[in-house]
């Protein structure tokens, strides 16, 4: 089992930043992937970064130029930099982590609001 706590949601206003952590414990080894997804109200979960375990990245077209995504493997945690933000970043951002067996595991989720 993996374990997956995410921090340093809030509110900002728009064209500020936020980081948000996502500190990992439990069986790290069996992890393959780790992303980053949001939910807005109203409408579906959404994939907004993922980085593999050789450092590969990926991102929502909505978001490339404006997040980053890294890993700091000593700590075992994901980090998401978000720079430029918009009204419509607003939504509850969730930490996921894909296993080899194909598991996948969600944290609790942290909220981002952006006031225009």
């Known amino acids: 089992q993996v374990q997956l706590v995410e921090s340093g949601g809030g509110l900002v206003q728009a064209g500020g930043s936020l980081r948000l952590s996502c500190a990992a414990s439990?069986?790290?080894?069996?992890?393959?992937?780790m992303g980053w997804y949001r939910q807005a109200p109203g409408k579906q979960r959404e994939l907004v970064a993922g980085i593999t375990n050789g450092g590969s990245t990926n991102y929502a077209d909505s978001v490339k130029g404006r997040f980053t995504i890294s890993r700091d493997n000593a700590k075992n945690t994901v980090y998401l930099q978000m720079n430029s933000l918009k009204p419509e970043d607003t939504a509850v951002y969730y930490c996921?982590?894909?296993?080899?067996?194909?598991?996948?595991?969600w944290g609790q989720g942290t909220q981002v609001t952006v006031s225009s």
């Open positions: 439990g069986s790290i080894f069996s992890i393959n992937y």
């Open positions: 996921n982590a894909l296993g080899y067996d194909s598991s996948w595991y």
